[in-house]
Nanobody
Framework: QVQVVESGGGSVPAGGSLRLSCAAS????????MAWYRQGLGNQREPVAI???????NHVDSVKGRFSISRDNAKNTVYLQMNSLKREDTAVYYC??????????????WGQGTQVTVSS
């Protein structure tokens, strides 16, 4: 079983920055896709950014130019650098990791979420 733990959330004023981290742990697995999602109060969970094993990234339009996803394959860790934060970025941010075990069993694991609050 692959476990995922996020960290780095907090409260910042509008225009500020935060860096989220997400580490995957377990035995004998390889990761394909790592992604960040977010869920604001009363809203559905939505994708924010995704990065594949070869480093290809994609960001939702609302965060392009402000957020940047990256990963450290040696540490099985994905990051989300968030700059120029806006109030509408306030949400619980979730990390998602997908891959397969050494037994070729596919997995798709979610973290517990980390709160990001942006104040005006």
């Amino acid at each position: 079983q692959v476990q995922v733990v996020e960290s780095g959330g907090g409260s910042v004023p509008a225009g500020g920055s935060l860096r989220l981290s997400c580490a995957a742990s377990g035995n004998n697995f390889s990761i394909n896709v790592m992604a960040w999602y977010r869920q604001g109060l009363g809203n559905q969970r939505e994708p924010v950014a995704i990065i594949t094993s070869d480093g290809t990234t994609n960001h939702v339009d609302s965060v392009k130019g402000r957020f940047s996803i990256s990963r450290d394959n040696a540490k099985n860790t994905v990051y989300l650098q968030m700059n120029s934060l806006k109030r509408e970025d306030t949400a619980v941010y979730y990390c998602n990791v997908a891959g397969r075990t050494i037994s070729r069993v596919l997995f798709n694991s979610w973290g517990q979420g980390t709160q990001v609050t942006v104040s005006s």
